[in-house]
T-cell receptor, first 117, second 111 residues
Framework: GAGVSQSPRYKVAKRGQDVALRCDPI?????LFWYQQALGQGPEFLTY????????KSGLPSDRFFAERPEGSVSTLKIQRTQQEDSAVYLC???????????????FGPGTRLTVL | GENVEQHPSTLSVQEGDSAVIKCTYS??????FPWYKQELGKRPQLIID?????GEKKDQRIAVTLNKTAKHFSLHITETQPEDSAVYFC??????????FGTGTSLTVIP
């Protein structure tokens, strides 16, 4: 029953490799968010979904980043041809409802620490 | 877009003293301001939030104040305890979806 889970917790990739990061939101949560957190910085928004629809991807830093949530639950963030500047913690969060008039708490997962060598 | 600035970046207080962390935001349309606590190696967790129709909110030892005119909001922790030591992040949003986070304040409570 737990909270948001993410896997893997740690990922080391060689520059140029593709990686896939998984997020399992809290069951029933409609909204899902991805953030990138560089060392010593606050989380930076990447993208979010309402159910399976990706409603905002304005934070994705380049076209090497791609996110999907095909069935409206589990989400995958894929990074192609990883670069050293992609090294960061990638946080996933989910909330019960869509934003708008009801700002619901975003529950965060433990993150995936990606290191690109 | 929104720009959130947070100060100080580090803060040390003696156990029992108060701690205050301040954030400013740039988008006057922002209307929801959560505060998250992140312990080392752990996930951020919401500790308190405030909406723009309220000037102050308190929950036991934690309080948040909001000044919409000046576009700043602050976190106040009273009677600090060692377990309050963590990194605290403020955030702002006007949509409830895209949160803009500050850069964090590392709080150390000295026993």
């Amino acid at each position: 029953g737990a909270g948001v889970s993410q896997s893997p917790r740690y990922k080391v990739a060689k520059r140029g490799q593709d990686v896939a990061l998984r997020c399992d939101p809290i069951s029933g949560h409609v909204s899902l968010f991805w953030y990138q957190q560089a060392l010593g910085q606050g989380p930076e928004f990447l993208t979010y979904f309402q159910n399976e629809a990706q409603l905002d991807k304005s934070g994705l830093p380049s076209d090497r980043f791609f996110a999907e949530r095909p069935e409206g639950s589990v989400s995958t963030l894929k990074i192609q041809r990883t670069q050293q500047e992609d090294s960061a913690v990638y946080l996933c969060a989910s909330s019960l409802v869509f934003g708008g008039f009801s700002y619901n708490e975003q529950f965060f997962g433990p993150g995936t620490r990606l290191t690109v060598l | 877009g929104e720009n959130v600035e947070q100060h100080p970046s580090t803060l040390s207080v003696q156990e029992g003293d108060s701690a205050v962390i301040k954030c400013t935001y740039s988008d006057s349309a922002s209307n929801y301001f959560p505060w998250y606590k992140q312990e080392l190696g752990k996930r951020p967790q919401l500790i308190i939030d405030i909406r723009s129709n309220v000037g102050e909110k308190k929950d036991q030892r934690i309080a948040v104040t909001l000044n919409k005119t000046a576009k700043h909001f602050s976190l106040h922790i009273t009677e600090t305890q060692p377990e309050d030591s963590a990194v605290y992040f403020c955030a702002a949003t006007n949509t409830g979806n895209q949160f803009y986070f500050g850069t964090g304040t590392s709080l150390t409570v000295i026993p």
